[in-house]
């Protein structure tokens, strides 16, 4: 793996965990949360996909994929699972 790529992996997670679960996003996060009461609304849905690390970092490798012209699709779904993987172990250090 080049450093190139674990780079991208490491700051999409980092980036993920900033928007989905930082206190630095909790006032937007809670500001979104209050507007959709029923969870039905598209700022409930739009919250939901920003909390989930697996979906936004799916839709950080794509825009990385298209950016640099390689398989926006692999490249997503790279980052998902190295979303995944690294939250697994983050979550096992925090019990």
């Given amino acids: 793996m080049t450093w190139r790529v674990a ?3 490491l700051v999409a ?3 993920c965990w900033v928007i989905g679960a930082s206190k630095l996003t ?3 996060r809670k ?5 959709d009461a029923e969870g039905l609304s598209p700022a409930g849905w739009f919250l939901s996909l920003l909390e989930c690390r697996g979906c936004l970092g799916f839709w950080v490798g794509v825009a990385y994929g298209i950016r640099i012209g390689a398989g926006p699709v692999v490249t997503g779904l790279t980052v998902l699972t ?3 993987i690294l939250e697994a172990i983050v979550s096992n250090i925090k019990e």
């Fill in 7 to 9: 780079q991208l992996l």
């Fill in 13 to 15: 997670y980092g980036f």
């Fill in 26 to 28: 909790l006032g937007v």
């Fill in 31 to 35: 500001w979104l949360d209050r507007s």
């Fill in 82 to 84: 190295t979303n995944l």
